[in-house]
Every structure is written in structure tokens, then in C-alpha cells.
Nanobody, 123 residues
Framework: VQLQASGGGLVQAGGSLRLSCAAS????????MGWFRQAPGKEREWVAG????????YYADSGEGRFTISRDNAKNTVYLQMGSLTPEDTAVYYC?????????????????WGQGTLVTVSS
């Protein structure tokens, strides 16, 4: 699956952003999808995951209550709505397709990665 992420940018602390990730294949709806991020000098970390149907969503502690992952299978697109952003959220955000229909929650669950979109939160 080829993935194209977009929506990153510069935002002030407390602001919001919505990331989008478009998939190239019609089999998109079969797979769980996830968002990860990598800050400078740090390892890539899981942010959120969603199962094939959209009914199951899961969040890392860092995003719980602030981030919402969703998907539109008709549009082959997964979203990450981010709110109450802080400078600690500054990172390159990657969307990823899981190996199964379940929501991915770790890098080992990932089959394909998007190219990443940079989110910068200023204080």
C-alpha cells in the first residue's frame, strides 16, 4: 500500500491540526491503520491506531483526550485530528498500514509507511 500524508505545518501551542493520509489501493479498507511520530533525536513512537472498520480506536498516553484518529474507507483516507498541541508534539508524523485488519499499536505491526509530514508547534 502506498501512503501519502499531508496536513502538517506550523501551529502555535494550544492550536489544532488535522493530518490526512491517502492510500493508493482499494484494499485499504481491509487493514488497520496507524499514526506514528518521530521527534528530532528520538525514536519513532506510536501515536494512534484504528481497526479496519473504524470502530476500534486506540491512543498512546501522549495523545489520549487530545487526538482523534478516524478513517473514511470510501475515500481510502485516514485522519488524525490533533488538538491542544504543545511544543512536545513537534515531530514528523507518519501514517502507516498495518499487517492485519486490527489497529496497529507498534512498529512491528506495520506493513507500509507513508513519507511523513512535519508538525511544528511553537510556544
Amino acid at each position: 500500500v502506498q501512503l501519502q500524508a499531508s496536513g502538517g505545518g506550523l501551529v502555535q501551542a494550544g492550536g489544532s491540526l488535522r493530518l490526512s493520509c491517502a492510500a493508493s489501493e482499494r484494499t485499504f479498507s481491509r487493514y488497520g491503520m496507524g499514526w506514528f511520530r518521530q521527534a528530532p533525536g528520538k525514536e519513532r513512537e506510536w501515536v494512534a491506531g484504528i481497526d479496519w472498520s473504524g470502530a476500534g480506536t486506540y491512543y498512546a498516553d501522549s495523545g489520549e483526550g487530545r487526538f482523534t484518529i478516524s478513517r473514511d474507507n470510501a475515500k481510502n483516507t485516514v485522519y488524525l485530528q490533533m488538538g491542544s498541541l504543545t511544543p512536545e508534539d513537534t515531530a514528523v508524523y507518519y501514517c502507516a498500514a498495518g499487517r492485519t485488519s486490527l489497529a496497529p499499536t507498534a512498529t512491528l505491526h506495520i506493513d507500509s509507511w507513508g513519507q511523513g509530514t512535519l508538525v511544528t508547534v511553537s510556544s
